[in-house]
């Protein structure tokens, strides 16, 4: 693959990249030739350091393994990254405490972060009671969810 002379060794280096490079582009038109000569640096890393004598097939099925880890990885950068976005969007901004849905985290700020108490402070009347234990709560999806424990479907189904 790599031929040199005595003259002008890295000159005929570099050519024997280059192509390389552009036959990679061809076969791969995703690539930039940025990404061309990193992949050929890649392969070359794998193989020991050497690409002389490497045939043009071995060479394409190192590149291949390479793409896939190279694709793998990104994949789970990509996973990490939204996770941690969404973590992000269900913390409250004030307190850093983290909530599994942002219903309770909007819940959450509406109720322990109001800048007027007595926004916070709920009315007496609009409490909602259990049926069967008499217990009162001032949501309607936490007397729901109360309703469970005595085997009642809060929908009616």
Not at 2 to 13: A, F, G, H, I
Not at 80 to 89: D, M, R, V
Not at 99 to 128: C, N, Q, T, W, Y
């Amino acid at each position: 693959m790599e031929v040199s002379t005595p003259d002008t060794p890295q000159m005929n280096q570099m050519s024997g990249l280059t192509g390389l490079a552009n036959l990679i582009q061809k076969k791969h038109p995703g690539y930039t030739r940025k990404e061309a000569f990193e992949l050929i640096k890649s392969v070359r890393n794998q193989n020991g350091g050497k690409l002389v004598g490497l045939k043009m097939k071995r060479f394409f099925k190192i590149a291949k393994d390479i793409g896939r880890r190279n694709i793998t990885k990104m994949r789970e950068k990509k996973n990490q990254e939204g996770s941690e976005g969404l973590k992000l969007k269900r913390t409250c901004p004030f307190c850093f405490k983290i909530f599994i849905e942002m219903f309770s985290r909007d819940r959450h700020i509406r109720i322990m972060h109001s800048k007027h108490p007595a926004k916070r402070v709920r009315k007496p009347g609009r409490a909602l009671e259990c049926s069967k234990c008499s217990k009162t709560f001032y949501d309607e999806a936490n007397l729901k969810r109360h309703l469970r424990i005595h085997g009642e479907n809060p929908l009616g189904f």
